[in-house]
């Protein structure tokens, strides 16, 4: 008796999470059904796109733990939707956002790039989590109905995608700043390798110069010598032309 009674308590919970996830599924299939090529356009190009479009699970509108074979199937689904082919009213912008998703796709191919997607969205989750157990704590010890918003799969839903994204946003911003120093390190080293090399042209210059000139100035100082010698004789000759002798001096006699 125990036991079926332990499977009749088990069943009502079965039960209520399958309606929960019935209900979340038709209610993706009916957010999804109403998503003409236009309106997908205008969702994958709407303002803050930039930002919107950096959760792949997003942008193919799939939950993160779907099957690659799901993944393969929206994904063409999804781009078939928005190729320009298929929008020649609106070919550039259908451009873009063919583009948009087959970036995502083929980050959610790449598993390391699949792996940090999950591991953001599974951070979401967690926080949105993590901030509905405080509240239920906090109303428990006011003595309060444990009854929050966040209890409307919808809701839910909708804390966990503006988590999402701005988890996903600030991991683009820390991207984007590593991006700028890296690049100004590489501008930098690139300019200090010009200065070397232009030095180092100098400096080989320099001694060319000084090495073609070395005849010509060892030249110059052996005439520069030549000529100091030819005047210094010149001089000790005049010096001793122009050399006056002092008189005699005649004894005087005396008488």
Known sequence: ??????????????????????????????????????????????PGASYFNLNPFEVLQIDSDATDDALKKRFRALSILVHPDKNQDDPDRAQLAFEAVDKAYKSLLDPDQKKRAVDVVQAG???????????????????????????????????????????????EIKRKEREAKDMHERKRAREEEIEAADKAKRDREWQKNFEETRDGRVDSWRTFQAKGKSKSKAKNKGEKRSFLKPPKVKMEQRE
């Open 1 to 46: 008796m125990a036991a079926a009674g332990g499977e009749s308590s088990a069943k009502p919970e079965s039960d209520e999470l399958f309606q929960n996830f019935y209900t979340e599924v038709k209610q993706i299939e009916k957010r999804d059904s109403v998503f003409t090529s236009k309106q997908q356009i205008d969702r994958l190009l709407r």
């Open 125 to 171: 989750r967690e926080y949105v989590e993590h901030i509905v157990s405080e509240k239920r704590k906090k109303l428990k010890k006011d003595g309060k109905d444990q009854t929050v918003e966040e209890d409307d799969p919808e809701v839910f839903r909708q804390a966990v995608y503006k988590q999402t994204m701005k988890l996903f946003a600030e991991l």
